[in-house]
């Protein structure tokens, strides 16, 4: 995406009203380009709209530059619907970049992991993207220009104990992206994805997440949301000869920890990737 244009771009966002998504909005708003948040949080979706708003004084003018829309990424139906609603309420322009950001895990080997669970993380971190991707790219491609970026994580390049499913849906967001790449080489649509590791999100506060149960996972050490967020705007705001595939953030403490491991002291703690000292 030619960002050196000054023009303010419209950027697409799933999973925006929590975490990592939240942090990238806030960070595009600052910049005044204009926003469709996706989620299912109504609450949490309007109070990161309006501090999108609170963050560009061209926002407070027109509050229609900072749009949400509610909805299931993994449902066909709501995926049709939010693209459409996000192309028509900008007057028929079509997302110049889309952060498929939206995720979910559940800690657990295979044999702890249920069929429901199995398919609600590969609905939500596959067909999501999926689904997002097969409605966006023709819609990019016929103008001839687009960004997409998802966020994967250090467990679509390795795997660890106790997020079998997850380690295999963020597998597979890689397969996903990687092959996309191929087949909409020269057409002037970027894919890119960003691989972070651990970060502080209230996904680590809830089991329902992807976390530990509330106050097991120590937080302190790991990623904030606003590295991530950075991280997806160093792809997003790639100069136009450039073609990032991938953006792979380690955590400084933490890699150090996992040398510790390596040497048997230590314990992997499922569902980062990373390693934690025991
Ligand atoms: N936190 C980490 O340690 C970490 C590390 C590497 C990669 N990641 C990846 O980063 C991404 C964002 O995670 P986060 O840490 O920011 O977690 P988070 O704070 O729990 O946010 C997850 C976001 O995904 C949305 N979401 C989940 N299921 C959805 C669905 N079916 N339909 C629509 N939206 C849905 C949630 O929105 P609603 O609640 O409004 O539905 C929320 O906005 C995920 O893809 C995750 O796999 C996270």
Not at 147 to 176: H, N, P
Not at 254 to 262: G, H, L, N, P, S
């Amino acid at each position: 995406m030619d960002f050196g244009d000054d023009s303010p771009k419209l950027a697409l966002i799933t999973g925006a009203s929590s975490g990592i998504g939240t942090a990238v909005a806030l960070k595009l708003a600052e910049e005044g380009h204009h926003l469709y948040l996706i989620g299912r949080s109504v609450d949490s979706l309007h109070n990161v709209e309006e501090d999108c708003r609170n963050t560009y004084m061209e926002f407070q003018h027109d509050k229609s530059l900072v749009q949400h829309g509610i909805g299931d990424v993994g449902d066909e139906r709501d995926c049709e619907r939010l693209v459409d609603a996000c192309v028509s309420h900008f007057k028929g322009r079509a997302p110049d970049v889309a952060v498929l950001n939206a995720g979910v895990g559940r800690p657990g080997a295979v044999d702890e992991t249920t069929v429901e669970d199995f398919d609600l993380i590969m609905k939500t971190n596959v067909k999501g993207v999926f689904l997002f991707m097969r409605k966006l790219l023709p819609l990019m491609k016929a103008r001839g220009s687009g960004q997409i970026v998802v966020t994967s994580s250090v467990l679509g390049l390795r795997t660890c104990e106790k997020a079998a499913v997850y380690c295999a849906s963020k597998y597979a967001v890689e397969g996903l992206v990687d092959a996309t790449r191929k087949d909409f080489a020269g057409t002037g649509v970027k894919l890119g994805v960003c691989n972070p590791a651990a970060v502080a999100t209230p996904w680590w506060e809830s089991k329902q997440r992807g976390g530990w149960e509330k106050g097991e996972a120590d937080t302190s050490n790991f990623l904030t949301a606003d590295d991530v967020a950075e991280g997806i705007m160093s792809i997003i705001k790639q100069s136009p000869m450039c073609d990032i595939g991938r953006v792979v953030m380690e955590n400084v403490t933490v890699k150090k920890r996992r040398r510790v491991d390596e040497e048997g002291e230590g314990k992997q703690l499922a569902g980062t990737g990373d390693m934690h000292m025991t």
